[in-house]
């Protein structure tokens, strides 16, 4: 088990990947002689070439159709989208063609395409640099969507994703390529379904996903430390499909169930795990549920405003204290 | 060109208007449902380019006026009319409809309905065998509306950086929709239009099949031969309405009968008939022969052929089974 930061992981799993399947390609702006704008690609230029490492024009729509149109002929590419303010202008060829082709072709052509992409709010970027999109492509039918927490999910994620015949958009964090994790030195496959019990508890069940189960992480860490209350984080790792069973498992055990999600609370994750929970569990619960989302506001630029808009952690410890009535 | 090639196009493009034709039947019968797009006026493009090129070997993709375009990679027409009747048999299994016509095994790549969206699809299908290294090239038909997305413009730029093996057919029928494209595009040839991208171009009489082919052949020629893209421009006209929704109250009865006098089956059958290949009578027992295969062969099958079930209305959303999803990939 080797320490190693996010942007590592998902470059070692490209490096893997391409070595293994020389159909497996990656292509994005600046991905290629630049080694990407968050080093998920660095070195593979020299190593595979330009006509794998491909470094594109800036079309986002046009560039991510061409990677669809490749792996109706074998290829397997892995595009980059370099925020995910920017696949806004890829939803045609990603919803569109990608997610909906096996369907509307009766099973004859398959769009194998990763969609990898930084989302989130990062630091003073401005409204049009700090979108959250996991929940435009999470009701997409014939799109799955992961996103990971940590490197080791990065890492084996991006593995299966690549090998899995689905379309799959991984939506990662851009505050989250440095952060350091456990990656174990074999090779291994992330399940693209399911969840995963960050970390046990039997009083409440906080439900994240990215960067938002660190939140949690913390929030149940000051919780146990300083009010008696320990709670269960589970990391919602893929959002399409969500893991109606393990939702329903962990309220079942907890009784009570509180979202936190760094998107805007309309049609989102925190809704519909809502929807889940009362849909598969409703009488276990002891509460009702309760989300933590951001403000529904563009992000502003200025430094308070912006932090203001975003929950953290203590914002999950004050909506659980409020619901144990403390 | 030899009389029984030019007998041959002359029957496909037959075929493709009587077929058409029985389509519109049916939509008025309410067999087809849906937005349904007709080929007539135009079957000199897709008969005439998939003749200069390899039907089955290469890659072809288009828009949602698609029916001839499958047929000529090699469909069966019944599996299209079948499609277009909702039917489990239908190309598509019924999923897909007139617009979106799919015939893998034959290489016809789909139809979409999305103006303009099928443009990097095309270059992706290059790009797929540039690097699986095959003499296939990917054929890309869409309309002259089209080449006002961004689409267009983004994918001739990626299309002629990489180099890739594809031809784009524009069959430029000066319409989109009821838009006439004077009113719409500021440049009326669009083959001008790709000039910004450093890419062969060149533009022909979309009525005039031997016209069509011989450009093609240069297309195909050019681009199979490893000297990256090319555009195609081809002139033509469509005589029904853009769809079956459409009155076409946009156009001059003048406008419409000056194309009806270069209908390209009219076109190839006086000259098969001035060069003495072929009589009045033998094309309209042609004509009738077709018409009975339609009627006797491909309506049935159609009609008779079952709905999908209701129980599969989740198949095909994802891969039928996936290893990777579940934890079972080691
Ligand atoms: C993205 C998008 N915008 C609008 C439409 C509606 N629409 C369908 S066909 C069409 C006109 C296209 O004309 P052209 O590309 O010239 O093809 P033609 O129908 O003439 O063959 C329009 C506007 C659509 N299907 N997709
Ligand atoms: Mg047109």
Known sequence: ??????????????????????????????????????????????????????????????????????????????????????????????????????????GQLEAPVVFRSPGGTAHQLGAQHSARMEKVFMGIAGLRVVTPSNPKQAYGLLKSAVRCNDPVFINEHELMYNMKGEVPDEEFFHPLEGSEVARPGRDITLFGYNISVHWCLQAADILSKQHGIEAEVVDLYSLNPLDRAGIAASVSKTHRALIAEEAEAPVGVGSEVMAIINEECFFELDAPPVRVSAVNVPIPYNHTLEKAAIPNAKDVVAAVLKMFGK | MIAAEKKRLLRKMLFARRFEERCYEAYVERKIGGFLHLYPGQEACAIGVMAAARPGHDYVITGYRDHVHAIECGSDPKEVMAELYGKETGSSKGRGGSMHIFDAKHRFMGGYALVGGPFPLAAGMA??????????????????????????????????????????????????????????????????????????????????????????????????????????????????????????????????????KRDPINLLRDRLIEEKEMTLADFEALDKELMAEIENEIIPFAENSPEPKVEDLEKYVLAEHCPYAKGEAH
């Not at chain 1, 920017?86 to 509307?104: C, E, G, H, P, S």
């Not at chain 2, 089209?146 to 000066?174: I, K």
């Open chain 1, 1 to 106: 088990m080797a320490e190693m930061m996010f942007w590592e992981a998902v470059r070692r799993a490209h490096d893997e990947e391409m070595a293994r399947d020389p159909m497996v390609i990656c292509m994005g702006e600046d991905i290629g002689v630049a080694g990407g704008t968050y080093k998920a690609t660095r070195g593979l230029f020299d190593k595979y070439g330009p006509e794998r490492v491909i470094d594109t024009p800036i079309s986002e729509n046009s560039f991510s159709g061409l990677a669809i149109g490749a792996a109706f002929c074998g290829v397997r590419p892995i595009v980059e989208i370099m925020s995910v303010n920017f696949a806004w202008l890829a939803t045609d060829q990603i919803i569109n063609t990608a997610a909906k082709v096996r369907y509307m072709s009766g």
């Open chain 2, 127 to 260: 790009k797929g065998i540039k690097m699986r290294g095959g003499d296939e090239i990917a054929i890309c038909f869409l309309g002259d509306a089209a080449n006002n997305q961004g689409t267009f413009h983004e994918t001739m730029n990626m299309a002629s950086v990489w180099q890739l093996p594809v031809l784009f057919v524009c069959e430029n029928n000066l319409y989109g929709i009821g838009t006439a494209i004077e009113r719409s595009t500021a440049e009326l040839d669009q083959y001008k239009r790709v000039c910004g991208y450093n890419m062969a171009a060149a533009c022909t009489d979309g009525q005039d099949i031997e016209q069509v082919i011989q450009a093609a052949t240069t297309a195909v020629d050019h681009v199979r031969s490893g000297k990256g893209p090319y555009f195609l421009e081809l002139k033509t006209y469509r005589y029904r309405g853009h769809s079956m929704s459409d009155a076409g109250s946009y156009r001059t009865k003048e406008e419409q009968e000056l194309w009806a």
